[in-house]
């Protein structure tokens, strides 16, 4: 018999009504927003500063990312039903899915196998619609610059040919990438260049996932740096007045969203920015009302250790005053047999030499999670391809390092196969050994910061800046944004900027090609390599297996 699809495990679940989810947090029914029967928004009013101060955050993050994917969501969920089944009270805290890689290549972003969060269908597909909020405070904004630019009253002389805000869509959509806008006459506007992003890519998400509250949500949109006038003033969206009513349409969307685990356990999801090109994690809020209700939270941080964590605790850290008490890393064997040399036909081949030359991708990020004073724990996503001795080295290696690396088994049990995993992360808690600081102070030069990261964290010998890149440093020296932590912009398939160099490569440089800069969210943005901010679809696009039939059961998610 064979295993059954993500999408028929959650579809055979008989989900728990969202009150006594919320019950289990100690949430009264009156503080919920309900969105039907399994899915409700929460106050932000339930934050508790004490409690945050002295409950558990818990960190899951990966090895470098293969075509195979490596689980962290997987891992996040199961480990969170794994506490619980230990006897501790856990909530998940995740970011929303976007639609984009939903229906281009990944199907789906809930989970996996029997750790999954639910909802499935309704978290994949609009959910709460906070991703349609984000895009339409964002494209209101964009409207509301081409409107001042079209118009003779109020206008404020912004150069056309210097507009850095771009229009987002929540879909991969190549051709969107690099328009012509304003066409059709002068009562269409004024021609210029423009493009789309993907909204998980746009600064409004990562303001909504970076704010305290309200206020401070229309503070961070009114910093939002569009461009220059001609006479090369920068101007902000508070130029434009536009910070009050972006904040009105995310009045909901700033709100977190509980549902629930296959075992029944609160889960709460919020935000979606990705890792490559943003912060890479759900929001302040969510995590700090999960830590608020809960005892451990368990939170992800997108793509791998290099990406997603080290902005965690660089940037989100520090705007959230929050810190990870234990850091997970995600490896299998399968990817690290990518990285020892495999092609993807080689995946599922059993290769020690391929494990062993892999598992140097492994030892680096183990190495790095060390650099921000916490000791991680490795778990290993197990796969019916995984042989003994293959698990037995990376046990053992892990060893060496100091590490406990632990079998996984969430996909296939749930929260049952992942009380090992649980035992372990509460152990190396409880141990009192992690002292979590910071890689960079931010007060350094910008300079300083970027060769902190590479060198530390990806292992470059070097960095080098482009011309376009030295110019942009003087306006950010202008703006006066130099004191801004650093959100690296680069492949997620290396630590280098080449996404061909898998393993540990040594003896690189990377380029800073340019700089973009999110100043209501508060971080720069050094660009490595060609980085896109708008996907394209496969050959065969995830979407040609979905359907849905005369009944409303959707098929092909997973």
Same mark, same amino acid.
């Given at each position: 018999?064979?295993?059954?699809?993500?999408?028929?495990?959650?579809?055979?679940?008989?989900?728990?009504?969202?009150?006594?989810?919320?019950?289990?947090?100690?949430?009264?029914?009156?503080?919920?927003?309900?969105?039907?029967?399994?899915?409700?928004?929460?106050?932000?009013?339930?934050?508790?500063?004490?409690?945050?101060?002295?409950?558990?955050?818990?960190?899951?993050?990966?090895?470098?990312?293969?075509?195979?994917?490596?689980?962290?969501?997987?891992?996040?969920?199961?480990?969170?039903?794994?506490?619980?089944?230990?006897?501790?009270?856990?909530?998940?805290?995740?970011?929303?899915?976007?639609?984009?890689?939903?229906?281009?290549?990944?199907?789906?972003?809930?989970?996996?196998?029997?750790?999954?969060?639910?909802?499935?269908?309704?978290?994949?597909?609009?959910?709460?619609?906070?991703?349609?909020?984000?895009?339409?405070?964002?494209?209101?904004?964009?409207?509301?610059?081409?409107?001042?630019?079209?118009?003779?009253?109020?206008?404020?002389?912004?150069?056309?040919?210097?507009?850095?805000?771009?229009?987002?869509?929540?879909?991969?959509?190549?051709?969107?990438?690099?328009?012509?806008?304003?066409?059709?006459?002068?009562?269409?506007?004024?021609?210029?260049?423009?493009?789309?992003?993907?909204?998980?890519?746009?600064?409004?998400?990562?303001?909504?996932?970076? $704010?305290?509250?309200?206020?401070?949500?229309?503070?961070? /949109?009114?910093?939002?740096?569009?461009?220059?006038?001609?006479?090369?003033?920068?101007?902000?969206?508070?130029?434009?007045? $536009?910070?009050?009513?972006?904040?009105? /349409?995310?009045?909901?969307?700033?709100?977190?969203?509980?549902?629930?685990?296959?075992?029944?356990?609160?889960?709460?999801?919020?935000?979606?920015?990705?890792?490559?090109?943003?912060?890479?994690?759900?929001?302040?809020?969510?995590?700090?009302?999960?830590?608020?209700?809960?005892?451990?939270?368990?939170?992800? !941080?997108?793509?791998?250790?290099?990406?997603?964590?080290?902005?965690?605790?660089?940037?989100?850290?520090?705007?959230?005053?929050?810190k990870p008490d234990a850091i997970v890393l995600v490896a299998t064997i399968r990817a690290l047999r990518h990285h020892g040399g495999a092609k993807k036909e080689e995946y599922n081949t059993v290769s020690m030499d391929r494990v062993v030359r892999g598992f140097e991708n492994l030892a680096k990020h183990i190495e790095n999670c060390k650099k921000f004073g916490v000791n991680p724990t490795v778990a290993i996503n197990h796969f019916p391809t995984d042989s003994d001795e293959e698990l037995h080295y990376v046990i053992n290696q892990c060893a060496k390092l100091q590490v406990k690396a632990?079998?996984?088994?969430?996909?296939?049990?749930?929260?049952?196969?992942?009380?090992?995993?649980?035992?372990?992360?509460?152990?190396?808690?409880?141990?009192?050994?992690?002292?979590?600081?910071?890689?960079?102070?931010?007060?350094?030069?910008?300079?300083?910061?970027?060769?902190?990261? !590479?060198?530390?964290?990806?292992?470059?010998?070097?960095?080098?800046?482009?011309?376009? $890149?030295?110019?942009? /440093?003087?306006?950010?020296?202008?703006?006066?944004?130099?004191?801004?932590?650093?959100?690296?912009?680069?492949?997620?398939?290396?630590?280098?900027?080449?996404?061909?160099?898998?393993?540990?490569?040594?003896?690189?440089?990377?380029?800073?090609?340019?700089?973009?800069?999110?100043?209501?969210?508060?971080?720069?943005?050094?660009?490595?390599?060609?980085?896109?901010?708008?996907?394209?679809?496969?050959?065969?696009? !995830?979407?040609?297996?979905?359907?849905?039939?005369?009944?409303?059961?959707?098929?092909?998610?997973?």
């Open positions: 018999m064979s295993f059954p699809s993500d999408l028929e495990i959650a579809q055979s679940c008989n989900m728990q009504h969202i009150n006594e989810i919320a019950a289990k947090l100690n949430i009264a029914v009156d503080d919920l927003e309900h969105y039907g029967k399994f899915k409700a928004k929460l106050p932000l009013s339930l934050i508790n500063q004490e409690a945050i101060q002295k409950n558990k955050l818990i960190l899951v993050s990966a090895i470098t990312p293969t075509p195979a994917g490596e689980g962290k969501t997987t891992t996040s969920i199961g480990l969170t039903e794994g506490l619980n089944k230990i006897g501790k009270k856990a909530t998940v805290v995740l970011r929303e899915p976007s639609l984009g890689p939903v229906f281009g290549i990944k199907g789906g972003a809930a989970g996996g196998g029997y750790a999954q969060v639910v909802p499935m269908e309704d978290i994949n597909l609009h959910f709460t619609g906070d991703f349609s909020a984000i895009e339409k405070a964002n494209n209101l904004l964009a409207a509301l610059i081409d409107n001042n630019i079209q118009n003779k009253q109020n206008n404020l002389g912004i150069d056309p040919r210097q507009v850095y805000w771009k229009r987002v869509m929540d879909m991969n959509d190549r051709s969107l990438r690099n328009i012509t806008i304003g066409l059709g006459g002068t009562a269409n506007g004024m021609p210029r260049q423009d493009g789309f992003n993907i909204t998980p890519a746009s600064e409004v998400m990562a303001i909504l996932c970076m $704010a305290k509250n309200i206020e401070d949500l229309k503070e961070k /949109l009114g910093n939002i740096f569009i461009g220059f006038t001609f006479d090369k003033k920068p101007v902000y969206a508070r130029d434009l007045k $536009a910070q009050g009513a972006m904040a009105l /349409l995310l009045k909901d969307a700033i709100k977190p969203n509980l549902v629930q685990t296959l075992e029944g356990n609160p889960a709460i999801i919020h935000g979606g920015p990705f890792a490559n090109i943003a912060q890479g994690t759900n929001t302040i809020i969510a995590t700090k009302l999960g830590l608020s209700l809960s005892d451990y939270v368990v939170t992800e !941080a997108g793509f791998g250790a290099d990406l997603g964590a080290e902005k965690f605790m660089n940037i989100k850290c520090g705007y959230g005053n929050i632990v079998i996984a088994r969430g996909f296939s049990m749930g929260g049952d196969g992942m009380k090992d995993l649980a035992s372990a992360v509460v152990q190396e808690i409880e141990s009192g050994k992690n002292a979590f600081k910071p890689l960079y102070d931010w007060t350094m030069p910008v300079k300083e910061k970027i060769n902190r990261i !590479a060198k530390e964290i990806y292992g470059a010998d070097s960095v080098n800046f482009s011309k376009d $890149a030295e110019s942009d /440093l003087k306006i950010i020296e202008k703006l006066g944004l130099a004191s801004l932590p650093i959100c690296m912009a680069k492949t997620q398939k290396s630590f280098s900027d080449d996404e061909s160099k898998i393993g540990r490569p040594t003896g690189f440089t990377v380029t800073v090609r340019e700089f973009e800069f999110a100043v209501g969210a508060g971080f720069i943005i050094p660009i490595l390599g060609d980085m896109m901010r708008m996907p394209g679809l496969p050959p065969i696009p !995830a979407s040609e297996g979905m359907d849905i039939d005369a009944n409303g059961v959707i098929s092909g998610l997973s």
